[in-house]
Protein backbone atom coordinates (compact mmCIF):
# COMPACT_ATOMS: atom_id res chain seq x y z
CA UNK A 1 0.00 0.00 0.00
CA UNK A 2 1.17 3.77 -0.82
CA UNK A 3 -0.04 4.65 2.62
CA UNK A 4 -1.71 8.24 3.02
CA UNK A 5 -1.49 10.19 0.02
CA UNK A 6 -1.86 13.96 0.30
CA UNK A 7 -1.85 16.71 -2.04
CA UNK A 8 -1.20 19.04 -3.16
CA UNK A 9 2.38 18.86 -0.66
CA UNK A 10 3.08 22.35 -0.95
CA UNK A 11 0.62 25.40 -1.33
CA UNK A 12 1.34 28.83 -1.62
CA UNK A 13 -1.57 31.35 -1.98
CA UNK A 14 -3.07 35.38 -1.59
CA UNK A 15 -5.37 36.08 1.83
CA UNK A 16 -8.81 35.51 0.59
CA UNK A 17 -8.56 32.94 -1.63
CA UNK A 18 -10.18 29.36 -1.82
CA UNK A 19 -8.05 26.68 -0.35
CA UNK A 20 -9.20 22.79 -1.03
CA UNK A 21 -6.33 19.95 0.27
CA UNK A 22 -6.63 16.50 -0.53
CA UNK A 23 -6.46 13.25 0.59
CA UNK A 24 -6.65 9.75 -0.11
CA UNK A 25 -6.83 7.42 3.38
CA UNK A 26 -5.17 3.91 3.39
CA UNK A 27 -7.66 1.07 1.88
CA UNK A 28 -9.73 -0.42 4.40
CA UNK A 29 -9.42 1.99 6.94
CA UNK A 30 -12.48 2.92 8.43
CA UNK A 31 -11.39 6.43 10.30
CA UNK A 32 -10.38 9.97 8.89
CA UNK A 33 -8.59 12.51 10.09
CA UNK A 34 -7.45 16.18 9.50
CA UNK A 35 -4.70 17.33 11.70
CA UNK A 36 -3.18 20.62 11.46
CA UNK A 37 0.43 21.76 12.98
CA UNK A 38 1.93 24.81 13.72
CA UNK A 39 4.93 26.05 15.75
CA UNK A 40 2.75 27.68 18.41
CA UNK A 41 -0.33 25.16 18.70
CA UNK A 42 1.33 21.87 17.94
CA UNK A 43 -0.71 19.38 16.12
CA UNK A 44 -3.99 19.67 16.57
CA UNK A 45 -7.09 17.56 15.64
CA UNK A 46 -9.76 19.59 13.15
CA UNK A 47 -12.23 16.66 12.07
CA UNK A 48 -12.50 12.92 12.02
CA UNK A 49 -14.85 10.88 10.42
CA UNK A 50 -15.42 7.10 10.11
CA UNK A 51 -17.26 5.15 7.38
CA UNK A 52 -17.58 8.68 5.78
CA UNK A 53 -19.49 10.49 8.25
CA UNK A 54 -18.27 13.25 10.21
CA UNK A 55 -18.06 12.17 14.19
CA UNK A 56 -16.54 15.23 15.43
CA UNK A 57 -15.73 18.43 13.72
CA UNK A 58 -15.23 20.50 17.50
CA UNK A 59 -11.43 21.00 16.35
CA UNK A 60 -12.32 23.02 13.12
CA UNK A 61 -11.28 26.53 13.89
CA UNK A 62 -14.31 28.38 12.18
CA UNK A 63 -16.89 28.53 9.36
CA UNK A 64 -14.40 29.07 7.03
CA UNK A 65 -12.89 25.44 6.98
CA UNK A 66 -15.21 22.69 5.89
CA UNK A 67 -14.25 19.04 5.55
CA UNK A 68 -16.13 16.27 3.32
CA UNK A 69 -15.75 12.92 2.57
CA UNK A 70 -17.83 11.79 -0.17
CA UNK A 71 -16.13 8.24 -0.16
CA UNK A 72 -14.00 5.59 1.42
CA UNK A 73 -10.82 7.09 -0.65
CA UNK A 74 -11.22 10.36 -0.59
CA UNK A 75 -11.58 13.38 1.34
CA UNK A 76 -11.51 16.88 1.28
CA UNK A 77 -10.47 19.74 3.76
CA UNK A 78 -11.40 23.20 2.00
CA UNK A 79 -10.45 27.21 3.00
CA UNK A 80 -12.59 29.55 2.15
CA UNK A 81 -11.79 32.25 2.47
CA UNK A 82 -8.17 31.62 3.35
CA UNK A 83 -6.32 34.43 5.84
CA UNK A 84 -2.59 34.63 6.92
CA UNK A 85 -3.24 32.87 10.23
CA UNK A 86 -4.08 29.55 8.48
CA UNK A 87 -0.42 28.87 7.55
CA UNK A 88 0.63 25.90 8.80
CA UNK A 89 1.08 22.16 7.84
CA UNK A 90 -2.08 20.12 7.38
CA UNK A 91 -1.70 16.42 8.13
CA UNK A 92 -4.54 13.79 6.62
CA UNK A 93 -4.21 10.20 9.21
CA UNK A 94 -6.55 7.38 8.62
CA UNK A 95 -6.86 4.31 10.96
CA UNK A 96 -8.76 1.21 11.24
CA UNK A 97 -9.96 -0.83 14.29
CA UNK A 98 -6.95 -1.00 15.92
CA UNK A 99 -6.57 2.49 16.34
CA UNK A 100 -2.84 3.13 15.22
CA UNK A 101 -3.13 6.47 13.34
CA UNK A 102 -1.08 6.42 9.64
CA UNK A 103 -0.13 10.19 8.92
CA UNK A 104 0.82 11.64 5.22
CA UNK A 105 3.48 13.45 4.23
CA UNK A 106 1.60 16.42 5.05
CA UNK A 107 0.34 19.68 3.00
CA UNK A 108 2.85 22.57 3.45
CA UNK A 109 0.32 25.79 3.41
CA UNK A 110 1.25 29.30 3.16
CA UNK A 111 -1.14 32.32 2.90
CA UNK A 112 0.14 35.44 2.21
CA UNK B 1 -9.34 21.44 29.70
CA UNK B 2 -6.92 18.71 30.32
CA UNK B 3 -4.27 17.86 27.95
CA UNK B 4 -0.73 16.02 27.49
CA UNK B 5 2.26 17.86 27.70
CA UNK B 6 6.41 16.89 28.19
CA UNK B 7 8.88 17.38 30.45
CA UNK B 8 11.83 18.96 27.97
CA UNK B 9 11.31 20.24 25.23
CA UNK B 10 14.96 18.88 23.74
CA UNK B 11 17.39 16.33 24.34
CA UNK B 12 20.57 16.01 23.37
CA UNK B 13 22.26 12.65 23.35
CA UNK B 14 25.91 10.99 22.64
CA UNK B 15 25.48 7.96 19.62
CA UNK B 16 25.14 4.80 21.58
CA UNK B 17 23.47 6.17 24.49
CA UNK B 18 20.08 5.61 25.50
CA UNK B 19 17.37 8.30 24.75
CA UNK B 20 14.94 8.27 27.98
CA UNK B 21 11.87 10.81 26.28
CA UNK B 22 9.00 11.90 29.25
CA UNK B 23 5.73 13.05 28.92
CA UNK B 24 3.04 13.67 31.51
CA UNK B 25 -0.54 13.29 31.09
CA UNK B 26 -3.67 14.83 33.02
CA UNK B 27 -6.41 13.09 32.10
CA UNK B 28 -6.76 9.98 34.59
CA UNK B 29 -9.44 8.40 32.06
CA UNK B 30 -6.63 7.83 29.64
CA UNK B 31 -6.93 4.35 28.72
CA UNK B 32 -4.45 3.82 25.49
CA UNK B 33 -1.01 5.78 24.31
CA UNK B 34 0.87 6.35 21.37
CA UNK B 35 4.72 7.76 20.57
CA UNK B 36 5.11 9.48 17.43
CA UNK B 37 8.17 9.55 15.61
CA UNK B 38 8.37 12.67 13.32
CA UNK B 39 11.44 13.86 10.78
CA UNK B 40 11.70 17.15 9.54
CA UNK B 41 9.25 17.18 6.43
CA UNK B 42 7.32 14.68 7.26
CA UNK B 43 4.19 13.09 9.29
CA UNK B 44 4.51 11.67 12.46
CA UNK B 45 5.12 8.04 12.24
CA UNK B 46 3.87 5.13 14.56
CA UNK B 47 6.36 3.73 17.06
CA UNK B 48 4.92 1.75 19.63
CA UNK B 49 1.45 2.50 21.62
CA UNK B 50 0.70 0.84 25.73
CA UNK B 51 -2.95 0.31 26.95
CA UNK B 52 -3.62 1.10 30.30
CA UNK B 53 -3.84 -2.20 31.92
CA UNK B 54 0.25 -2.64 31.44
CA UNK B 55 2.86 -0.60 32.58
CA UNK B 56 5.83 -1.77 30.26
CA UNK B 57 5.76 -2.51 26.45
CA UNK B 58 9.06 -3.54 24.07
CA UNK B 59 9.79 -3.44 20.85
CA UNK B 60 12.73 -3.22 18.58
CA UNK B 61 15.18 -0.56 20.63
CA UNK B 62 12.31 1.19 21.68
CA UNK B 63 10.63 0.41 25.26
CA UNK B 64 7.57 2.32 26.94
CA UNK B 65 6.55 3.07 30.29
CA UNK B 66 3.81 4.09 31.99
CA UNK B 67 3.14 4.70 35.49
CA UNK B 68 -0.19 5.33 35.87
CA UNK B 69 -0.21 6.41 39.73
CA UNK B 70 2.12 9.37 38.60
CA UNK B 71 0.15 9.68 35.11
CA UNK B 72 3.50 9.92 33.69
CA UNK B 73 5.02 8.19 30.18
CA UNK B 74 8.46 7.36 28.94
CA UNK B 75 10.03 6.04 25.62
CA UNK B 76 13.47 4.66 26.57
CA UNK B 77 15.58 4.23 23.40
CA UNK B 78 18.29 1.71 23.36
CA UNK B 79 22.01 2.43 21.89
CA UNK B 80 20.72 5.92 19.79
CA UNK B 81 21.82 6.14 16.17
CA UNK B 82 22.08 9.03 14.29
CA UNK B 83 18.38 8.37 12.48
CA UNK B 84 16.68 8.60 15.99
CA UNK B 85 16.81 12.36 15.50
CA UNK B 86 13.60 13.63 15.62
CA UNK B 87 10.34 15.25 17.42
CA UNK B 88 8.72 12.27 19.46
CA UNK B 89 5.06 13.11 20.55
CA UNK B 90 3.28 11.10 22.99
CA UNK B 91 -0.46 10.98 22.13
CA UNK B 92 -3.40 9.71 24.92
CA UNK B 93 -7.03 8.52 23.49
CA UNK B 94 -9.92 8.04 26.16
CA UNK B 95 -12.16 6.37 23.65
CA UNK B 96 -11.20 3.43 21.14
CA UNK B 97 -10.29 4.24 18.00
CA UNK B 98 -10.89 7.89 17.90
CA UNK B 99 -10.07 11.10 19.67
CA UNK B 100 -6.28 11.38 20.41
CA UNK B 101 -4.69 14.58 22.13
CA UNK B 102 -1.47 14.71 21.28
CA UNK B 103 1.71 16.74 23.29
CA UNK B 104 3.76 19.36 22.65
CA UNK B 105 6.92 17.08 21.35
CA UNK B 106 10.40 16.82 22.28
CA UNK B 107 13.06 17.22 20.26
CA UNK B 108 15.36 14.66 20.04
CA UNK B 109 19.17 15.54 18.70
CA UNK B 110 22.01 12.80 18.49
CA UNK B 111 25.80 13.54 18.84
CA UNK B 112 28.24 12.28 17.08
Known amino acids: DAGVIQSPRHEVTEMGQEVTLRCKPI?????LFWYRQTMMRGLELLIY????????DSGMPEDRFSAKMPNASFSTLKIQPSEPRDSAVYFC??????????FGPGTRLLVL | GESVGLHLPTLSVQEGDNSIINCAYS??????FIWYKQESGKGPQFIID?????DKRQGQRVTVLLNKTVKHLSLQIAATQPGDSAVYFC???????????FGPGTRLSVLP
Open chain 1, 93 to 102: ASSGQQETQY
Open chain 1, 27 to 31: SGHDY
Open chain 1, 49 to 56: FNNNVPID
Open chain 2, 27 to 32: NSASDY
Open chain 2, 91 to 101: AENQVYGQNFV
Open chain 2, 50 to 54: IRSNM
